[in-house]
């Protein structure tokens, strides 16, 4: 990885980490919206992202853990399907819908939707029902749609605007 890379990377993560802090009310709850999984999308301009909203995500569960917002377990189960819809969404970089990156949403929704959806039953529940993981999901997808949707828009401003596009290579 060189220099540039390691510095993306970096700042990925950083960011990522930086606005679930400044909006805590929103990442860490049960029912979220977690702004920073806009950033989901990046994977499809650069595969330095992948890494970045690992370790992002990490240590975003991490410092939620320390503020008592989020339990241990979501250091590993949030951040494991954050790298895999990272990686599945660098798979889709090339499809485009109406030249939006609309088919790279559908991993970060689907992956955080059933693993943290599954993650919440079993933690908050007495049992696991199908009733409640499907709450669980279906709350979780809502706002990943709302973010992805966001990283879309991200996308599609970084490809139309040759500065920051030049950025990336």
């Not at 999984?37 to 992202?49: C, G, I, Q, S, Y």
């Not at 975003?60 to 008592?68: H, P």
Request: hydrophobic letters at 55%; charged letters at 10%; a positive charge.
């Amino acid at each position: 990885m060189n220099t540039k890379s390691l510095a993306r990377t970096a700042l990925i993560a950083a960011v990522y980490t930086a606005v679930c802090i400044a909006l805590p009310f929103l990442s860490y709850n049960v029912i979220q919206i977690r702004f920073s999984e806009a950033l989901t999308l990046l994977p499809v301009l650069m595969p330095e992202a992948i890494i970045g909203l690992t370790i992002g995500c990490f240590l975003s569960n991490l410092i939620g853990t320390f503020l008592g917002t989020t339990l241990p377990l979501d250091i590993f189960v949030g951040t494991f399907a954050t790298f895999l819809a990272a990686v599945v969404t660098r798979r889709l970089a090339g499809l485009r819908w109406n030249r939006l990156a609309i088919p790279a949403m559908l991993p970060p929704i689907l992956f955080n939707a059933l693993i943290v959806g599954a993650e919440l039953t079993y933690l908050y529940s007495n049992r696991f029902t199908v009733e409640i993981f499907a709450f669980n999901a279906v709350t979780i997808a809502i706002g990943q749609f709302i973010s992805c949707a966001l990283g879309v828009v991200l996308v599609w401003l970084i490809e139309k605007n040759p500065s920051l596009k030049r950025h990336l290579q």
